[in-house]
């Protein structure tokens, strides 16, 4: 009797699986591993972005408070002119010693000498971290941390440091009105003339400069300035117009964002603006308004 065969002669079947299906099964679970970790990677960087949001909200709270207490909101001058993300630190939290601000640890006075009523913080300052970059202390996010492979070359930032959360606020002629309209100088700089702009790029040029982006990489060759433009609703560039329309609602854009003023967290990597992915735009930035979507890519 053959050792495959029963007593009454019927097949019986060897135990265990072939190569074959071995192979099949192992090909099955790679592949439902690697579907699992899309769905994972997404839902971890959704839950980012909402985190992120969530804490631009909790600063927008804060910015409203300060208002309150000095008629107006926090405005670069002096050392921090062109720096609105150091303003932001400053103004919200103050986190330096007395000497510095008039009160030791976070909160400030506006009398010299050590005296008088401590303002703020005007946030939970265990919310979010105060990173010192060049001698400068910034508001960052806990959630929107930069990535080792994309860090500045030139040293800037450091691995796994996270860039500031932007500040921009809009000019006070400007900031009342909430509205944008085809003749209001909307976004740009203006240092380099064509404003004066509703949305100064200057204040916050020492991390979206006019030549280069935290790492210096632009997006399928668009400049800071024009990505800028681009996500907050001025399409002009990127439609092969002429310059004199750049900067510049006109009748066929929207103005995405008309607030007293501007937030905005960097994405993965540190990154500020626009990524070209796959012949298409796309962007992780997180701010406290919503982008224009015509040329990107979810």
């Not at 735009?281 to 979507?293: G, I, K, Q």
Request: proline share 6%; hydrophobic share 40%.
């Amino acid at each position: 009797m053959n050792r495959h065969t029963t007593a009454s002669g019927t097949l019986r079947r060897p135990h265990g699986f072939t190569t074959v299906e071995l192979l099949v099964v192992i090909g099955i679970i790679v592949l439902l591993a690697s579907m699992l970790l899309v769905m994972v990677s997404r839902g971890y960087t959704a839950s980012r972005r909402v985190r992120a949001q969530a804490d631009l909200q909790v600063i927008a709270l804060g910015l409203e408070a300060y208002k309150q207490d000095f008629g107006d909101y926090p405005r670069p001058a002096g050392p921090l002119a062109t720096d609105g993300a150091a303003t932001l630190c400053w103004a919200l939290v103050a986190p330096g010693l007395v000497a510095v601000d008039g009160a030791d640890g976070p909160g400030f006075r506006t009398r010299v000498g050590g005296q008088g009523k401590v303002y703020g913080p005007y946030i939970d300052t265990s919310a979010f971290n105060i990173a010192t970059i060049g001698g400068v202390q910034y508001l960052t996010s806990k959630v929107m941390r930069g990535d080792i492979g994309d860090v500045d070359a030139t040293g800037i930032l450091q691995p796994g440091q996270t860039p500031p959360i932007l500040y921009i606020p809009a000019r006070p002629a400007v900031s009342t009105q909430r509205q944008v309209t085809p003749q209001t100088a909307y976004v740009g700089q203006n240092s380099v003339g064509g404003g004066p702009y509703m949305y100064d790029l200057d204040q916050c040029s020492t991390w979206i400069g006019s030549t280069s982006w935290i790492t210096g990489i632009h997006a399928n060759g668009v400049a800071p300035g024009n990505q800028i433009r681009t996500m907050m609703g001025d399409l002009s560039y990127m439609r092969g117009e002429p310059p004199a329309n750049q900067g510049v609602i006109n009748g066929t854009e929207t103005a995405r964002c008309t607030a007293p003023y501007i937030l905005w967290a960097a994405g993965r990597g540190g990154l500020f603006g626009l990524r070209y992915e796959n012949s298409h735009y796309t962007t992780d930035n997180v701010a406290n308004f919503d982008f224009d979507s015509s040329v990107l890519v979810k």
